[in-house]
């Protein structure tokens, strides 16, 4: 007799789970997407600039590294402004930071 009400409680159970799911509260999913629109949402709030978020996504932080040249160089032609290059220089600088490259004294202060 127990061993039958264990049998029915767990078809109840299943049932549950199965209305769950056809109603499209699909749970673990659901809480995976959640999980991973914040981390994008993060990702995105620390990096403003697709191509520095792509080096970032890659782990590339050599291409990284040439981006800080590339962008320290704008800035010093004037192909920058003080506004765009201090936060494209702060996005690499977070960038490499979050790799583990080791920064330098200049990078660290900035």
Known sequence: MEMREDTLEQIEEFQASLSKISSGDLGLVDSISAMQLAIQGAISQAFKTPEIIKLFASKQPGNLRQKLVEVERDFKVGKL????FA????EIIAALS???EALSDGEKIF
């Open 98 to 100: 979050k790799l583990g």
């Open 87 to 90: 936060q494209q220089k702060m």
């Open 81 to 84: 402004d003080k506004d765009m």
